[in-house]
């Protein structure tokens, strides 16, 4: 049974990761009303399909273990020694996959931008990317020991100072150099907010170089390896999955029409950022600690308790202020947008719904269960998508939104009773 002490624990997590978020929700609204000036409807589907590239990319070069590290760091709070062992595992690997990958994005930056943007001029922005990729990968990996570490205060320090990088440098170069100048924004503040980490991390008794680089540990970097699968089939499923549904809506309803998609995606996300995050944050660390069925059983009910009812308010909060949230923090221009709230908002919801269920999955390694689904119900977002907007057009992309996360609630239950039973 939960605690009083369990549920301040995650009350405490939220509340710290709160300061953390509301910080990058204003940050992120003030950047999106920059950008829907400046970029318009149809520079925002560019700036889609780029942080998508971005986030393929970035993930491949880390080896995608920093769920891994958290995890592990977590299960191993009680052994140093263990855990230094996992950080010079993923350090390694993270090092050696960022070099590669950055020579390789720099040498094919003009084919990257055709692919993603439809434009070779401009490639430098994969240019800029490549230059920096090594401290974007360095800068999530240090921020994947904390997580685990459960140092919330720096946690919050340093993504707040992301969420400060990202609206000074995007913004300045926006208003400078129109879509050119946020593209680059985009491709390096994470990699400036490394600075602030690294200074954060400095300053605790287990931080040191040395920690981070060395031989690697052959039955660590085979665990972290599980996470890999998991998080190289999210960073690749979902990130594809968006960009075909923005290629098929720009070649069937107009570019503008994709944008209108990614500017709901956009505000979705940064309304949903508290409960998504303190899954993050509170939920995989927690989860991989638990041992018992009975354990794993309550955690999720005290969740549904806490996460569930903030998802829900901030649902209906956003729908009662769509005309308000339009014209405020985007422009006239994205009014088109507002036939999109009601399903995408009941797709929020059940999103964050199934996710309380996924991240059981990434914290007890369930890693074929994770991988299968998130294949399988990318491709039924993108189908159902061709089918609906078809049919109904624009308002089509976010009824397959909520259909699919509805079929995905349900599944992603079955299978985790199953587990939970058997285990």
Request: charge should be positive.
């Amino acid at each position: 049974m939960p605690t009083a002490a369990d549920d301040l624990t995650l009350i405490k997590t939220s509340l710290l990761n709160a300061i953390a978020v509301g910080v990058k929700m204003l940050t992120l609204l003030g950047l999106n009303k920059i950008l829907a000036v400046y970029v318009g409807p149809a520079g925002y589907a560019a700036l889609g399909q780029f942080q998508n590239a971005m986030q393929m990319i970035s993930t491949l070069a880390s080896g995608a273990i920093n769920t891994g590290v958290t995890k592990y760091t977590a299960e191993y709070h009680e052994d140093e020694a263990q855990q230094r062992a996992v950080w010079k595992t993923a350090g390694t690997i993270a090092l050696v996959g960022s070099v590669l990958l950055s020579l390789l994005v720099f040498v094919f930056r003009a084919e990257l931008a055709h692919w993603f943007l439809s434009d070779v001029n401009l490639a430098p922005v994969f240019g800029w990317f490549a230059a920096t990729l090594v401290l974007f990968v360095f800068n999530t990996l240090l921020l994947a020991i904390l997580n685990g570490k459960k140092d919330i205060q720096r946690y919050v320090v340093a993504n707040i100072a992301g969420s400060v990088f990202s609206l000074l440098v995007t913004s300045a170069m926006v208003v400078q150099w129109g879509l050119l100048g946020a593209l680059v924004g985009f491709a390096v503040y994470q990699s400036l907010a490394f600075f602030v980490t690294l200074a954060l991390c400095v300053k605790t008794p287990w931080f040191r170089l040395s920690h981070l680089f060395g031989r690697m540990d052959k039955m660590l970097a085979k665990n972290l390896a599980k996470y890999t699968a998991m998080a190289l089939t999210t960073a690749a499923a979902a990130p594809l999955c968006h960009i075909l549904i923005r290629n098929h809506l720009g070649h069937n309803l107009g570019w503008e029409a994709a944008g209108y998609w990614e500017a709901m995606w956009r505000l979705s996300a940064a309304y949903l950022m508290l409960a998504s995050t303190t899954l993050s944050v509170y939920y995989l660390p927690r989860l991989s600690e638990l041992k018992t069925s009975a354990e794993i059983r309550q955690e999720i009910i005290q969740g549904y308790r806490i996460i569930l009812p903030v998802a829900i308010v901030s649902a209906l909060i956003v729908y009662l202020l769509r005309h308000f949230i339009i014209e405020t923090l985007f422009s006239l221009a994205f009014l088109p947008m507002e036939s999109l709230f009601v399903w995408q908002l009941v797709g929020d919801v059940l999103k964050i719904a199934a996710w309380l269920f996924a991240f059981v999955m990434l914290g007890k390694s369930m890693t074929v269960t994770y991988i299968v689904t998130e294949i399988s119900f990318s491709i039924g977002f993108y189908f159902l998508v061709t089918i609906l907007v078809g049919r109904l057009g624009l308002v089509g992309v976010s009824i397959a939104y909520a259909i699919n996360y509805l079929i995905y609630l349900l599944v992603v239950a079955i299978l985790l009773n199953k587990f939970i039973k058997n285990n």
